[in-house]
């Protein structure tokens, strides 16, 4: 095959290098996490409610560090890539004996309970069945989330690109423009007179423009589709 296939745990990853090229991740964490114990004691004692997120305390002196992500980075590779980040009970795939196993290996060795987790998968595992690269995650407050595992199989290597016109608006006029384009190439000259001149490319060129923006919209109108910057953390399926 000539691209390897796409392994989001290797992208995010390098995403979090980027972040953190010049900084202590672990260290990071602590310090963010002791000073907003202070903070959350007396917000708890003003408003004595329970919080709505929940956050698992792990023994940051026995955590792997290389897989710690906060949401930042994990929300820049669903936007990219058109995947979901969302709670467990929404996901509908399969969990192996392997994520088990591992939740229950992490639980012993940090002595906790987890609780909250959230996977990041294409927005298809969570309306069907299937296996494309799930990564399940735990809560550790702040933003930031513990990988705990991954399971299936990879993306498509050419992922990223297939789903760059999603992005955003602009993203989809640059997309429908270059389609329209390539399009207009492939018209054979003298197709609707006998010698074609520039003028007569770009009558074509907004012919074929109107004509894929039209399936494009229809398509998106019909289906309920929406932008990736849009579902990356919805739980509604109408937005696949």
């Given at each position: 095959m000539l691209f390897s296939k796409t392994d989001i745990h290797d992208k995010l990853i390098r995403e979090k290098e980027k972040d953190f090229q010049d900084v202590n991740i672990l260290?990071?964490?602590?310090?963010?996490?002791?000073?907003?114990?202070?903070r959350e004691s007396e917000l708890l004692q003003k408003l004595k409610g329970k919080?709505?997120?929940?956050?698992?305390?792990?023994?940051?002196?026995?955590?792997?560090?290389?897989?710690?992500?906060?949401?930042?980075?994990?929300?820049?590779?669903?936007?990219?890539?058109?995947l979901r980040f969302l709670d467990s009970k929404y996901f509908k795939g399969k969990y192996p004996q392997?994520?088990?196993?591992?939740?229950?290996?992490?639980?012993n060795k940090?002595?906790?309970?987890?609780?909250?987790?959230?996977?990041?998968?294409p927005s298809k595992m969570f309306v069907l069945e299937k296996t494309d690269d799930p990564l399940?995650?735990?809560?550790?407050?702040?933003?930031?989330?513990?990988?705990?595992h991954k399971w299936g199989n990879d993306l498509h290597p050419l992922r990223k690109w297939l789903?760059?016109?999603?992005?955003?608006?602009?993203?989809?006029?640059?997309?429908?423009?270059?389609a329209s384009f390539i399009a207009t190439l492939l018209v054979p000259d003298g197709l609707f007179?006998?010698?074609?001149?520039?003028?007569q490319d770009i009558m074509v060129f907004f012919f074929m423009f109107k004509s894929i923006a039209a399936v494009v919209l229809f398509y998106g109108f019909a289906l309920g589709k929406n932008f990736n910057t849009a579902i990356w953390n919805s739980k509604y399926d109408k937005t696949q």
């Open positions: 260290a990071e964490v602590q310090r963010v996490l002791e000073e907003d114990r202070f919080q709505d997120e929940i956050v698992n305390t792990f023994d940051l002196s026995i955590i792997d560090q290389d897989r710690i992500f906060t949401l930042s980075q994990i929300k820049k590779i669903c936007i990219n890539y058109r392997s994520a088990l196993s591992e939740i229950k290996y992490i639980e940090h002595q906790i309970v987890l609780d909250g987790f959230k996977i990041i998968a399940l995650f735990a809560p550790m407050g702040n933003g930031y989330f513990y990988l705990i789903m760059w016109p999603y992005k955003s608006f602009e993203n989809l006029i640059v997309g429908i423009l270059f007179t006998k010698k074609q001149d520039f003028s």
